[in-house]
């Protein structure tokens, strides 16, 4: 088997046993990389520092020390901090900009021992499904579907070049981040395992804050055995984030694959509707019937608010963006316009035009609208009264199962040409965003592939911090869908 097929489990068993190095292990990636630059799921390379950090985990593990994920290649999302290595979340409001510091999660994933290979792209501040409004250009999913093998797919967003990094076998594990699904969907689209856990589980220090009650970090990788132990080095506590819960870290790593006798798994009933195509019921269906063969109970459940989530999704994140990006207005933070200025606020207005995407200005014009003061009774509190309904439901529900399975997006990837206006963009995100506004942890599975060739993925939902029970059934749902497909471009 070639070293870039390799999981993380089976590399480290590798490694171990002195069958393969680190050096061997990162060149190998980083081949491939090159190989596939055309995908431009990279905006910065870091290869050369890559190769300095493999001698010291190498030594590592001569010594019989080894770490969580000791030479493991992985790669960042251009949206954590990392220190002195530019950092811009593919803006050109911090396309120069090169930390002093670094984000706790990247810190926490290096200190055990993972290996950057470098920053991946992603939408405009976070803000997409698509992954088409970076500022270094969009990236193209490694997939192609069979009835036009030459159109270019997008990867989905916002962490499509870290979805396109794991999937294509430049690296074994990567961070995104998750605010209405930009880990989720992007995992579905190439046939990734993304999963996003409970809001407090992860700091979001040095994470550039899009909107900060939903943003949290999570991982891509090929295996849910993977995807336990890259999420289990990046979670806890933090001193620096006071959202972060001081809760022990669940030893996600060393949960096995065992049958689900006495697991209930909720069926939302209201997440049949319309809008879905019959492969997606019928994959939905199929999830359903693998979970029941494999011991569980499969129960309908009543999620009534949640129709109004995307909705709420899109008064409270660009309200919460309107904020967060005031700090960018030329003075304090960023890119500052070089045009001749004739007082400030001409200044604020060149270099915000200059320095943000479409995207992100139509989510700064609602967030500002939403928040003023004639219309902030009307929309943004209503939508956080709206937002306590949808958890409230989550938490009636969770009063009957343990897990809620749903299909993790309405499509297959879709083409980068296809001409979307925003509203039906935002409809993608339809059954990543209820999970996303009550904090639960999620992921999505690649289950099969669609009519067209593509990867389709499920979605796990579990109750708040209650990660080892979303592994527990992810590695049984992994196991019955045996989707061993590979990208046909690869």
Same mark, same amino acid.
């Given at each position: 088997?070639?070293?870039?097929? !390799?999981?993380?489990?089976?590399?480290?068993?590798? !490694?171990?046993?002195?069958?393969? =190095?680190?050096?061997?292990?990162?060149?190998?990636?980083?081949?491939?990389?090159?190989?596939?630059?055309?995908? $431009?799921?990279?905006?910065?390379?870091?290869?050369?520092?890559?190769?300095?950090?493999?001698?010291? /985990?190498?030594?590592?593990?001569?010594?019989?020390?080894?770490?969580?994920?000791?030479?493991?290649?992985?790669?960042?999302?251009? !949206?954590?901090?990392?220190?002195?290595?530019?950092?811009?979340?593919?803006?050109?409001?911090?396309?120069?900009?090169? #930390?002093?510091?670094?984000?706790?999660?990247?810190?926490?994933?290096?200190?055990?021992? *993972?290996?950057?290979?470098?920053?991946?792209?992603?939408?405009? %501040?976070?803000?997409?499904?698509?992954?088409? %409004?970076?500022?270094?250009?969009?990236?193209?999913?490694?997939?192609?579907?069979?009835?036009?093998?030459?159109?270019?797919?997008? #990867?989905?967003?916002? /962490?499509?070049?870290?979805?396109?990094?794991?999937?294509?076998?430049?690296?074994?594990?990567?961070?995104?981040?998750?605010?209405?699904?930009?880990? &989720?969907?992007?995992? /579905?689209?190439?046939? /990734?395992?993304?999963?996003? #856990?409970?809001?407090?589980?992860?700091?979001?220090?040095?994470?550039?804050?899009?909107?900060? @009650?939903?943003?949290?970090?999570?991982?891509?990788?090929?295996?849910?055995?993977?995807?336990?132990?890259?999420?289990?080095?990046?979670?806890?506590?933090?001193?620096?984030?006071?959202?972060?819960?001081?809760?022990?870290?669940? &030893?996600?790593?060393?949960?096995?694959?065992?049958?689900?006798?006495?697991?209930?798994?909720?069926?939302?009933?209201?997440?049949?509707?319309?809008?879905?195509?019959?492969?997606?019921?019928?994959?939905?269906?199929?999830?359903?019937?693998?979970?029941?063969?494999?011991?569980?109970?499969?129960?309908?459940?009543?999620?009534?608010? %949640?129709?109004?989530?995307?909705?709420?999704?899109?008064?409270?994140?660009?309200?919460? +963006?309107?904020?967060?990006?005031?700090?960018?207005?030329?003075?304090?933070?960023?890119?500052?316009?070089?045009?001749?200025?004739?007082?400030?606020?001409?200044?604020?207005?060149?270099?915000?035009?200059?320095?943000?995407?479409?995207?992100?200005?139509?989510?700064?014009?609602?967030?500002?609208?939403?928040? @003023? =003061?004639?219309?902030?009774? =009307?929309?943004?509190?209503?939508?956080?009264?709206?937002?306590?309904?949808?958890?409230?439901?989550?938490?009636?529900?969770?009063?009957?199962?343990?897990?809620? !399975?749903?299909?993790?997006?309405?499509?297959?990837?879709?083409?980068?040409? *296809?001409?979307?206006?925003?509203? =039906?963009?935002?409809?993608?995100?339809?059954?990543?965003?209820?999970?996303?506004?009550?904090?639960?942890?999620?992921?999505?599975?690649?289950?099969?592939?669609?009519?067209?060739?593509? #990867?389709?993925?499920?979605?796990?939902?579990?109750?708040?911090?209650?990660?080892?029970?979303?592994?527990? +059934?992810?590695? +049984?749902?992994?196991?019955?869908?045996?989707?061993?497909?590979?990208? $046909? %471009?690869?």
């Amino acid at each position: 088997m070639s070293l870039i097929d !390799l999981t993380i489990v089976e590399a480290k068993e590798k !490694l171990l046993k002195k069958e393969i =190095s680190v050096k061997e292990l990162i060149e190998a990636h980083i081949k491939q990389a090159e190989k596939l630059k055309n995908l $431009n799921a990279f905006v910065l390379e870091t290869f050369e520092q890559a190769f300095n950090k493999a001698e010291v /985990s190498q030594q590592k593990i001569t010594s019989g020390n080894p770490r969580l994920l000791e030479g493991i290649p992985v790669a960042v999302k251009d !949206l954590f901090c990392t220190e002195n290595v530019r950092t811009t979340a593919c803006s050109n409001i911090l396309k120069n900009y090169v #930390p002093q510091y670094e984000s706790t999660v990247s810190a926490k994933f290096f200190e055990n021992g *993972a290996i950057m290979l470098g920053k991946t792209n992603m939408d405009d %501040t976070a803000m997409g499904s698509s992954n088409l %409004t970076s500022c270094f250009g969009p990236c193209e999913n490694p997939w192609r579907g069979q009835s036009n093998p030459n159109e270019k797919l997008v #990867p989905g967003g916002s /962490s499509g070049g870290s979805a396109i990094a794991v999937s294509s076998r430049m690296a074994m594990a990567a961070l995104g981040s998750d605010t209405g699904g930009s880990i &989720r969907q992007p995992a /579905s689209f190439t046939g /990734s395992v993304g999963i996003k #856990p409970s809001y407090g589980r992860c700091s979001r220090y040095g994470m550039i804050a899009y909107s900060s @009650s939903l943003d949290q970090a999570g991982v891509f990788t090929r295996t849910v055995s993977d995807a336990a132990l890259a999420l289990e080095a990046i979670m806890g506590s933090d001193e620096f984030d006071s959202t972060v819960l001081n809760n022990p870290v669940p &030893r996600l790593s060393q949960i096995q694959y065992s049958e689900l006798k006495g697991l209930r798994v909720g069926i939302p009933k209201e997440y049949h509707n319309d809008m879905v195509a019959k492969e997606i019921t019928d994959l939905w269906q199929q999830g359903a019937d693998w979970l029941r063969q494999h011991g569980a109970e499969i129960v309908e459940i009543s999620l009534p608010h %949640t129709r109004y989530a995307l909705p709420v999704y899109y008064i409270v994140a660009p309200a919460e +963006a309107s904020t967060n990006l005031a700090r960018y207005d030329g003075v304090r933070y960023g890119h500052r316009t070089s045009e001749t200025v004739q007082n400030i606020n001409d200044l604020y207005e060149l270099t915000r035009a200059e320095g943000f995407g479409e995207e992100v200005q139509r989510r700064i014009l609602v967030g500002t609208f939403v928040l @003023s =003061s004639e219309k902030i009774s =009307s929309y943004f509190q209503k939508a956080q009264k709206v937002r306590t309904l949808v958890i409230q439901d989550f938490k009636e529900a969770f009063s009957k199962v343990d897990v809620i !399975l749903t299909p993790t997006a309405l499509s297959a990837a879709f083409s980068m040409d *296809a001409k979307l206006d925003p509203v =039906s963009m935002y409809l993608n995100d339809v059954y990543t965003i209820p999970a996303s506004l009550a904090g639960l942890p999620c992921v999505s599975i690649p289950a099969t592939l669609s009519n067209n060739g593509l #990867p389709l993925g499920l979605q796990l939902i579990a109750k708040h911090l209650d990660e080892e029970t979303l592994i527990k +059934a992810s590695l +049984a749902l992994e196991k019955a869908a045996n989707f061993k497909y590979k990208p $046909n %471009t690869i």
